[in-house]
């Protein structure tokens, strides 16, 4: 079993700044891509941006230019930096990994942590 532990979140204005972690543990052989998605009130869940072990990574259009993700392989975690914070980046913001078991892959997903970014 895999546990994605997320940490960072919290209560910002808008055009403020944080940094969200998270932490990969358990049954890890190699974890192909790393991302974060988020899921607003009423809105489905959307990605916001990913990477993969070799460094490629993909961004939501909404958040380019804002937001950065980065990852430390060797402590299998992955961060977010989120800056220039929106109110419509409100939302609940969730950590997902693929990991590779060489013949297969699952998915995990954290638990969830808020962003709120006040007007």
């Known amino acids: 079993q895999v546990q994605l532990v997320e940490s960072g979140g919290g209560l910002v204005q808008a055009g403020g700044s944080l940094r969200l972690s998270c932490a990969a543990s358990g049954s890890i052989f190699s974890i192909y891509v790393m991302g974060w998605y988020r899921q607003a009130p009423g809105k489905q869940r959307e990605l916001v941006a990913g990477?993969?072990?070799?460094?490629?990574?993909n961004y939501a259009d909404s958040v380019k230019g804002r937001f950065t993700i980065s990852r430390d392989n060797a402590k299998n975690t992955v961060y977010l930096q989120v800056n220039n914070l929106k109110p419509e980046d409100t939302a609940v913001y969730y950590c997902h990994a693929i990991i590779d078991y060489g013949l297969s892959s699952r998915d995990y997903w954290g638990q969830g942590t808020q962003v709120t970014v006040s007007s």
């Open positions: 990477i993969t072990s070799g460094g490629s990574t």
